[in-house]
């Protein structure tokens, strides 16, 4: 019995000794994967375990010469020479995406271990270089509006991606980026975008998984330098239109004497100016009817029947207007009492489009005078012995102008006052002569 247990513990250490070493050969060292990879090894031995046929083995590890977590041990086939010595090994496809046949999972760029060992002895370490292309977009609409556009897509997925740029290009011109955006957005509108035909494309960026130029351990690289685009989406912009002109107002017609009161128009010869019934040629004096009745015709200056222009026993308030400046009148002559053409006001004729009539204060646009005017804007007399009612207008150039519509009628005055003087006097001589008697 010891005897066999001897021959046993001095037949396995000659087992493994005459193991043989295993070489990757596919894929190259290094080698960029982005695609389901075939997974070849080289073995060299004179014989196999127990002198039967190598066992060969294959895992994925990391950087630090450690088993990636999770991965499996996945055994290779004999595919070519002596299963026991020197022969080719593979049968195993290796996918970079999933990290299948030792993890089904989703991975980053970067580099890995192939380790591969022969009867169960020492791991040996080959490296690779995972480097996926960015997964692009997918459907991506584009729609135009006045001077803008909006975009919208299917956001790519991935371990390791890190953003996403959106490209632009008018019409006969050239790709430009015009934004950039993080991994998870859906939509973006183009705020500046020009009119006519434009093409928009979105793009995900993703690391390479090198550093330096060599290949880093997984998802340690944020460099987006692999970049992938959608396909192109075309839509029309078209241009803000121009500002409609404004419509224009019809011009108020100036007014005419029977609207503003009776004033004389400019257009009969200029503004009438009457004088006295002594040089008019007209009947009555002074205070009389100025070369007519009332109501009737004002006489020109050059003695004949002139027309009647104004009214002005019209009844109702009649528009005072500013009028041309004048001497103050005398009070002891009646006759100084001057007469005013108020002419029609001038017109901004640089504001077409305003419908209402300015007020103009009284001096504006003139020199400035410390004489007050007076206008004699009362009403015509009646008659010889007649003195109608006269308002007196007091204007300062510049500053408040103040009325006095003192309404002097001397028959309503003087008689009332004539009366009452009569019989207070009359009332004094029967008081008198009571008193008298009752003393007698």
């Known amino acids: 019995m010891f005897g066999i247990v001897v021959v046993l513990g001095l037949a396995v250490p000659t087992a493994a000794s005459a193991a043989g070493s295993a070489t990757v050969t596919t894929p190259a060292a290094n080698a960029p994967l982005s695609a389901t990879t075939p997974i070849e090894v080289s073995v060299s031995g004179s014989s196999g375990m127990f002198g039967g046929n190598h066992r060969v083995q294959v895992r994925l590890g990391r950087l630090d010469q450690t088993a990636v977590p999770g991965t499996a041990v996945v055994d290779l086939a004999c595919t070519g020479g002596n299963c026991g010595g020197d022969s080719t090994w593979g049968g195993v496809n290796f996918n970079p995406v999933t990290l299948s046949p030792f993890l089904n999972t989703t991975t980053c760029n970067g580099g890995y271990l192939l380790q591969t060992r022969v009867d169960e002895g020492s791991w040996t370490s080959h490296p690779i270089h995972v480097r996926l292309p960015a997964p692009a977009p997918t459907a991506v609409s584009a729609s135009g509006d006045v001077t803008s556009a909006a975009i919208e897509w299917t956001p790519a997925t991935g371990a390791d991606l890190v953003g996403q740029v959106i490209q632009r290009r008018p019409e006969g011109g050239s790709w430009q980026q015009v934004a950039q955006l993080g991994t998870q957005a859906a939509s973006w509108i183009d705020g500046d975008a020009p009119t006519g035909s434009v093409q928009y494309r979105v793009s995900t960026t993703r690391p390479d998984g090198l550093v330096n130029g060599t290949p880093a351990s997984p998802c340690a690289d944020t460099a987006p330098d692999l970049v992938t ?3 192109p989406a075309t839509t029309t912009v078209t241009a803000e ?7 224009t107002t019809p011009t108020r017609p100036r007014p005419t004497p029977s609207e503003d009161g009776g004033q004389p128009s400019t257009g009969d010869g200029g503004a009438e100016q009457p004088t006295d019934g002594a040089t008019d040629g007209g009947s009555g004096t002074d205070g009389g009817t100025d070369g007519g009745t009332d109501g009737g015709s004002e006489s020109p200056t050059d003695g004949g029947t002139g027309e009647p222009t104004d009214n002005p026993t019209t009844s109702g308030p ?11 009148p005398s009070a ?19 504001s077409e489009d305003d419908d209402t009539d300015e007020e103009l204060f009284y001096g504006e646009g003139g020199p400035f005078s410390e004489e007050l005017d007076f206008g004699g804007l009362g009403q015509p007399d009646e008659g ?11 204007r300062i150039p510049g500053a408040l102008q103040s009325v006095l519509g003192t309404e002097l009628e001397v028959k309503r005055i003087v ?26």
């Open 229 to 231: 685009w959608s396909a």
């Open 241 to 247: 239109p121009e500002p409609s002109a404004s419509p």
């Open 384 to 394: 010889p012995d007649d003195f109608g009612p006269e308002t007196q207008v007091v």
């Open 318 to 328: 009649v528009t005072r207007r500013a009028g041309d400046r004048v001497a103050p």
């Open 332 to 350: 002891a002559d009646p006759a100084a009492r001057p007469q005013v053409a108020l002419p029609s006001l001038p017109r901004d004729e640089s």
């Open 415 to 440: 008689e009332p006052l004539a009366l009452g003087m009569l019989l207070l006097t009359v009332a004094l001589h029967l008081r008198r002569w009571t008193r008298a008697g009752a003393i007698d």
